[in-house]
């Protein structure tokens, strides 16, 4: 009985040090990706090329999100620098990004940070929302909802609110079921993977 509740202890201490772990790489890698983004957003201000770099870094974020070739590199350690640098060629093809846009990215490649690009670009394009006083709306559904859909879901709370969103969808199949929203700093998170990992937590505290 003595081995077994060790055992059980020994368990739920792995569990914990293995959250520690995880949430001081979450956020480190959030403070890196906001230092970053302000660094992009100050460049652009300054360089009077804000709206163009800020639609383009829109289009590169959601090229993150739906790009299967994108997610691959991004999440590949085992990238070198110069392998980084000529997807950056690529991809200033593809969207004929904006020569500081251009130099910014190469910028990330050789600091070792562009595993950090679809975090950057999301903070980067939430410190411009926020500087236009723009309200943010983000939305991440378990199941993929069409585009008239969304854009319902965005009207509906418009509507409600009393005031224009700034939409962002994301499909994300890890919350399984139920939905994420998120009006500016509130966050309404319905998900079974949230309800578990409460459930989770719970277990451990006991």
Excluded at 87 to 92: G, K, T, Y
Excluded at 143 to 159: C, W
Aim: hydrophobic share 40%; proline share 0%.
């Amino acid at each position: 009985f003595l081995d077994h509740k060790l055992w059980l202890w020994y368990e739920t201490l792995v569990y914990q040090l293995h959250f520690i772990r995880v949430s001081a790489i979450k956020n480190f890698s959030e403070e890196t990706a906001s230092r970053y983004a302000l660094a992009l957003y100050e460049l652009a201000k300054e360089s009077g090329s804000l709206d163009q770099i800020s639609d383009q870094s829109k289009a590169l974020e959601d090229l993150c999100k739906k790009s299967s070739e994108i997610k691959s590199h991004l999440s590949n350690p085992s990238e070198t620098i110069e392998s980084h640098k000529q997807f950056i060629n690529v991809l200033v093809k593809e969207i004929r990004l904006h020569e500081n846009l251009n130099k910014f990215l190469n910028l990330l490649a050789s600091k070792r940070r562009f595993f950090y690009l679809k975090n950057i670009l999301n903070q980067f394009l939430k410190i411009v929302s926020a500087n236009k006083g723009e309200v943010n709306l983000m939305i991440t559904t378990a199941k993929e909802l069409s585009n008239e859909d969304v854009n319902k879901i965005k009207n509906e709370i418009s509507k409600e609110m009393g005031t224009d969103l700034k939409l962002d969808y994301e499909f994300d199949k890890s919350l399984i079921g139920g939905v994420k929203v998120q009006i500016g700093s509130l966050l309404i998170d319905t998900s079974i993977k949230n309800k578990l990992e409460k459930i989770s937590s719970n277990l451990i505290e006991k």
